[in-house]
């Protein structure tokens, strides 16, 4: 009696969890491809968008740095009280000035190419296998030009970057939804079998 009840459970039971997989990848497809879509046309306002959060993430750890400020047992309340008042400056400083937050963000974005690039061509230029070097030596020059391209001009590369951030992000949105679409195939073909 005790597998007459089991049985059922356990026919049911693979087709549902494919069935979820297929619309939760269906549902974050289609969220991918919106959002590739609004960042590809929309590039400047994206980047608006990610510095005001930038900004916000700075007064947020502000304010938690200040909150520890009054904590008697804090042993470095001082500093923190120091370093929550500049998180909050910077904070209000990166919401209210767009164009300083976003020229940031590019010159972070150059620096680490930069570093990158060095990095890469140093291993293919040193590196024992031979197998290889070219790659890594064609890569570290192309991240070092990159680099001091965005860093010359950070906020005109940066809405270039978005853009192409966009367009991938679409091309993965469809890729997942043709993925899902073929899991539910092979979903309805499973059920339908016998």
């Given at each position: 009696m005790h597998t007459q009840t089991q049985?059922?459970?356990?026919?049911?039971?693979?087709?549902?969890?494919?069935?979820?997989?297929?619309?939760?990848?269906?549902?974050?497809?289609?969220?991918?491809?919106?959002?590739?879509?609004?960042?590809?046309?929309?590039?400047?306002?994206?980047?608006?968008?990610?510095a005001v959060l930038l900004g916000v993430l700075m007064l947020i750890s502000g304010i938690?740095?200040?909150?520890?400020?009054?904590?008697?047992?804090?042993?470095?309340?001082?500093?923190?009280?120091?370093?929550?008042?500049?998180?909050?400056?910077a904070g209000v400083v990166l919401i209210r000035h767009l164009h300083l937050?976003?020229?940031?963000?590019?010159?972070?974005?150059?620096?680490?190419?930069?570093?990158?690039?060095?990095?890469?061509?140093?291993?293919?230029?040193?590196?024992?296998?031979?197998?290889?070097?070219?790659?890594?030596?064609?890569?570290g020059l192309l991240s070092i030009i990159a680099g001091i391209v965005v860093v010359a001009i950070p906020t005109s590369s940066l809405t270039f970057l978005a853009a192409l951030l966009g367009i991938w992000f679409a091309v993965m949105g469809l890729l997942q939804i043709v993925g899902a679409l073929m899991l539910r195939h092979s979903v309805k073909a499973a059920t339908a079998r016998p």
């Amino acid at each position: 009696m005790h597998t007459q009840t089991q049985q059922p459970v356990t026919a049911g039971t693979p087709a549902s969890p494919l069935a979820g997989a297929w619309q939760t990848s269906l549902f974050l497809g289609v969220a991918t491809l919106i959002l590739g879509v609004i960042v590809s046309f929309h590039p400047a306002g994206s980047l608006n968008v990610v510095a005001v959060l930038l900004g916000v993430l700075m007064l947020i750890s502000g304010i938690f740095h200040l909150s520890r400020m009054f904590d008697a047992d804090e042993p470095h309340r001082i500093w923190l009280g120091i370093a929550g008042l500049l998180f909050i400056v910077a904070g209000v400083v990166l919401i209210r000035h767009l164009h300083l937050t976003k020229a940031i963000i590019g010159l972070f974005v150059g620096t680490v190419w930069i570093v990158q690039g060095v990095v890469s061509l140093v291993a293919g230029v040193s590196g024992g296998s031979r197998q290889g070097r070219a790659w890594w030596i064609v890569f570290g020059l192309l991240s070092i030009i990159a680099g001091i391209v965005v860093v010359a001009i950070p906020t005109s590369s940066l809405t270039f970057l978005a853009a192409l951030l966009g367009i991938w992000f679409a091309v993965m949105g469809l890729l997942q939804i043709v993925g899902a679409l073929m899991l539910r195939h092979s979903v309805k073909a499973a059920t339908a079998r016998p």
